[in-house]
């Protein structure tokens, strides 16, 4: 616990100097859209189709989440990742979901999706190259600041379970960007595999690298240990 407190007393002064749960350091409301990089990854229908388990794809890898101001998100998450063995074997994941999130009084932030989510993974090395598989993670980010970046506005800082700050995010649209806040295709829960992202042993036992991996904060080089992987994400 002391480690953990440190931790979090680390991420808050050393995110932008200063303490990130005042209001001074989430100068405006969460509610809206963000998007990271070059902002082509966008929540909403030109992201996915979940009628049908389809993604239109964006012109670059990136993440982009959405946030009502009644508690419901959803995310839109595009990443490509190299084989560090076999550079050429480039992964791509194409991830959804949304669902209800929870501003909790510790700083965190806790998203529940609906159970409707689903990941598109390509992988022309695979034995299965191009599979879709349903996506459904209770996700835990255990800090959030939103500030103001001279260049790019407001932009929101997410950082995970385990302390890995996500690429910043900037607002793009004050109003959400999002598909209708319910389930949106039918999954059946026999086959669906649940767990929450605090239990890493438990996800990687069972989803590997299938589970939506954390970006480095600078967005450009991760190296993801025990699983030799090259992460490329903006
Ligand atoms: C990388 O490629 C090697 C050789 O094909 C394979 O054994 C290994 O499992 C791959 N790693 C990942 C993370 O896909
Ligand atoms: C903060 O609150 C959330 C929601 O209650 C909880 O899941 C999380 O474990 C808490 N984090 C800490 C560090 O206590
Ligand atoms: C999604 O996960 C939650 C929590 O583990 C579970 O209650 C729900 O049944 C799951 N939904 C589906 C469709 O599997």
């Given amino acids: 616990m002391m480690i953990f407190t440190s931790l979090l007393l680390l991420l808050a002064t050393s995110a932008h100097g200063q303490t990130v749960y005042d209001a001074a350091h989430n100068i405006t409301a969460i509610t809206g859209t963000w998007s990271s990089g070059s902002q082509n990854v966008v929540t909403g229908a030109g992201f996915a189709t979940p009628s ?19 508690g419901y998100y959803e995310i839109a998450r595009y990443r490509m990742t190299s084989n560090g063995t076999v550079p050429t074997c480039i992964t791509g994941v194409m991830n959804w979901s949304h669902g209800t999130y929870v501003l909790a009084a510790n700083g965190s932030i806790v998203m529940t999706p609906f159970g409707d989510g689903y990941q598109q993974i390509q992988d022309p090395c695979a ?19 939103i500030y103001q970046d001279p260049v790019k506005g407001y932009t929101l800082q997410l950082y995970q379970y385990d302390g890995t700050p996500l690429p910043p995010q900037y607002l793009i649209s004050t109003s959400p960007n999002m598909l209708p806040t319910q389930a949106l295709r039918n999954v059946s829960t026999t086959t669906t595999t649940t767990t929450t992202v605090q239990n890493a042993a438990v996800v990687n036992a069972n989803a590997g690298e299938r589970r939506w991996e954390a970006a480095s904060v600078t967005g450009l080089l991760t190296v993801i240990s025990g699983f030799g992987l090259v992460s490329l994400l903006l």
């Fill in 127 to 145: 034995a299965i190259s191009n599979f879709i598989e349903n996506y459904n993670y209770t996700e835990l980010y255990i800090l959030w600041n």
């Fill in 52 to 70: 049908q388990e389809a993604f239109t794809y964006p012109k670059t890898t990136g993440m982009s989440y959405s946030f009502t101001d009644d």
